[in-house]
Nanobody, 121 residues
């Protein structure tokens, strides 16, 4: 079993900052790509940022220059530093990870339960 646990969501004023964390635990051999997604009320889940195990990153246009994704491979932890937050960043933020399992079990895409980020005016 592999689990992802997000933390760091909060209520913050527009212009403020938050740092989200996502810790992977369980029978993990290695983790390929990891990513952050978000889902606002009434909207589809959308990609925020993604990072490979080599550190290559990609961002949604809406967060470029404001958000930074990073990871600590030794701790199987993913981060999202969010600066200059806007009202439209309000959403539940989910992390996911493409996890390599022990021999014979292949890989699995795992999702966390989400953490709420609310930006107020």
């Amino acid at each position: 079993q592999v689990q992802l646990a997000e933390s760091g969501g909060d209520l913050v004023q527009a212009g403020g900052s938050l740092r989200l964390s996502c810790v992977a635990s369980g029978s993990i051999v290695s983790i390929n790509f990891m990513g952050w997604y978000r889902q606002a009320p009434g909207k589809q889940r959308e990609l925020v940022a993604i990072i490979t195990n080599g550190g290559t990153t990609n961002y949604a246009d809406s967060v470029k220059g404001r958000f930074t994704i990073s990871r600590d491979n030794g701790r199987n932890t993913l981060y999202l530093q969010m600066n200059s937050l806007k009202l439209e960043d309000t959403a539940v933020y989910y992390c996911n990870a493409n996890v390599k399992l022990p021999i014979g079990l292949g890989t699995r895409l795992v999702w966390g339960q989400g953490t709420q980020v609310t930006v107020s005016s």
